[in-house]
C-alpha cells in the first residue's frame, strides 16, 4: 500500500521546536524524492523542503532556511523535518509529500496541525 503518514504536530509557543515525522511506504522510499509543503488558512500549499531520493541533495525556501532541516532514516522508511526559532507565521497544516515512480505521480499524507502562539 502506498500511503505517508505525518505526526509530531502539536501548539508551542513563539522560538520554541518541533519535529515532525513522516512513515511512508517502501515503495515511496524506493521511488520518490520528498519533501515538506504547508498550507495556512487563507493561503497557497507552500512549499518548505525537499530532499532528493537517497537523501544527497535538499533543498529549504527561503521562508525556513536555517530555521528548519529536512532528514530521513532509510532503514526505517522515515522522513522527518525539525523545526525550531518557531514564528506565529509557521502556523499552518503541514504536510509529507513524495514525487516519483513510473508513471510519474505524487503522493500526499493527511496532514499534521502546527500552532505557534505568543
Known amino acids: 500500500q502506498v500511503q505517508l503518514v505525518e505526526s509530531g504536530g502539536g501548539s508551542v509557543q513563539t522560538g520554541g521546536s518541533l519535529k515532525l515525522s513522516c512513515a511512508a511506504s517502501?515503495?515511496?522510499?524506493?521511488?520518490?524524492?520528498m519533501g515538506w509543503y504547508r498550507q495556512a488558512p487563507g493561503k497557497e500549499r507552500e512549499l518548505l523542503s525537499t530532499?532528493?531520493?537517497?537523501?544527497?541533495?535538499?533543498y529549504y525556501a527561503d521562508s525556513v532556511k536555517g530555521r528548519f532541516t529536512i532528514s530521513q532514516d532509510n532503514a526505517k522508511n522515515m522522513l522527518y523535518l525539525q523545526m525550531s526559532s518557531l514564528k506565529i507565521e509557521d502556523t499552518a497544516v503541514y504536510y509529507c509529500?513524495?514525487?516519483?515512480?513510473?508513471?510519474?505521480?505524487?503522493?500526499w499524507g493527511q496532514g499534521t496541525q502546527v500552532t505557534v502562539s505568543s
Open positions: 509529500a513524495a514525487s516519483g515512480g513510473y508513471p510519474y505521480k505524487t503522493y
Open positions: 517502501a515503495y515511496i522510499f524506493s521511488c520518490c524524492g
Open positions: 530532499i532528493s531520493r537517497g537523501g544527497t541533495t535538499t
